[in-house]
């Protein structure tokens, strides 16, 4: 036990809680939650600041002193209710299992965004080396569910915060994901949001968006097989042409009419010369 540990060692019923000063204990850096309400965190903090933290956090032992676990809610709200010390039990865990656990814990909670939860379960997947199966099974939940999670995060980090701001849900950004590139993802989503499409009315706007785009395609694709077809044949029946004069060329020539025909390419097209010799 080091000096530090002694000093705010306490026993509280059957459970060995440290007092630490909240100033010496490190945020977890594998914390998925990026956005806290401040409402919500201002309520905790006054119900804080009246009964104290209830719950302890969840720390660990580094080589600086502590670093969190579960528990940044009440870590945050404690020192803004100025807070001398927080109740804290001491986890033994590594770098990996202090990630992982950081990560369940904010995804057992409710208030999760969608792409927030998405962004803690790729943390998971990487930080613990899991696959979607196995992460599934820690959480609880089928792999499919992962899998559509981490769909989310293939829209860009503006659109997400377009989705969000436009108060657009879960469903609604699975329906984008059907858009195949981010221009058009950009253009439908300033839609969907300005004329307040709900989800229903969203999904059926994306299918008859990729419906008209495909028929456009199909089109141009049709026209593209034309040009190349009449190409072909044009071709084709150039090369029958001066074959024939070819041989209608030969054919003088066999009888002992001295004739020559020589071809040459102009900007204007290909000029054909043919010179009969006079006899004799």
């Given at each position: ?5 002694f ?11 440290l ?24 309520s905790?903090?006054?119900?804080i600041?009246?009964v104290g ?6 720390v ?13 809610r ?8 100025g807070?001398e010390t927080?109740?804290c ?11 992982e ?8 909670r409710?208030?999760?965004s969608?792409f927030e939860?998405a962004e803690?379960i ?7 080396g899991l ?7 820690r959480l609880?939940?089928?792999q499919s ?5 981490l769909r ?7 659109q997400?915060r ?10 609604h ?6 858009l ?14 300005k ?21 456009k395609c199909?089109r ?10 009449k190409r072909?044949l044009l071709?084709?029946d ?18 002992g009419?001295g ?16 010179l009969?010799?006079?006899?004799g």
């Amino acid at each position: 036990m080091n000096k530090a540990e002694f000093l705010f060692k306490r026993e509280v019923g059957t459970s060995n809680v440290l007092h630490i000063p909240p100033m010496s204990i490190i945020p977890n850096p594998s914390q998925p939650r990026r956005i806290f309400d401040s409402e919500s965190l201002n309520s905790l903090t006054d119900s804080i600041r009246r009964v104290g933290v209830i719950c302890p956090l969840i720390v660990r032992r580094t080589d600086d002193g502590y670093e969190l676990i579960a528990g940044e809610r009440r870590l945050r709200a404690a020192m803004a209710a100025g807070l001398e010390t927080v109740p804290c039990i001491l986890r033994d865990a590594d770098t990996a299992d202090s990630a992982e656990l950081a990560i369940i814990e904010n995804l057992q909670r409710e208030d999760l965004s969608m792409f927030e939860e998405a962004e803690a379960i790729r943390s998971l997947l990487v930080t613990c080396g899991l696959t979607q199966e196995s992460a599934a099974a820690r959480l609880s939940c089928s792999q499919s569910y992962v899998a559509n999670k981490l769909r989310l995060l293939k829209l860009s980090e503006d659109q997400r915060r377009r989705i969000m701001e436009g108060g657009l849900t879960e469903r609604h950004a699975r329906a984008l994901l059907r858009l195949s590139s981010d221009t058009e993802r950009d253009e439908i989503i300033s839609i969907i949001v300005k004329r307040g499409m709900n989800v229903a009315a969203a999904e059926e706007y994306i299918e008859n968006y990729i419906c008209a785009r495909e028929r456009k395609c199909l089109r141009e694709k049709a026209d593209r097989l034309d040009r190349d077809l009449k190409r072909r044949l044009l071709t084709r029946d150039m090369r029958l042409f001066y074959n024939s004069i070819d041989r209608a060329v030969d054919s003088v020539r066999s009888c002992g009419i001295g004739i020559e025909s020589k071809r040459r390419v102009t900007e204007e097209g290909t000029v054909i010369e043919i010179l009969v010799k006079n006899s004799g």
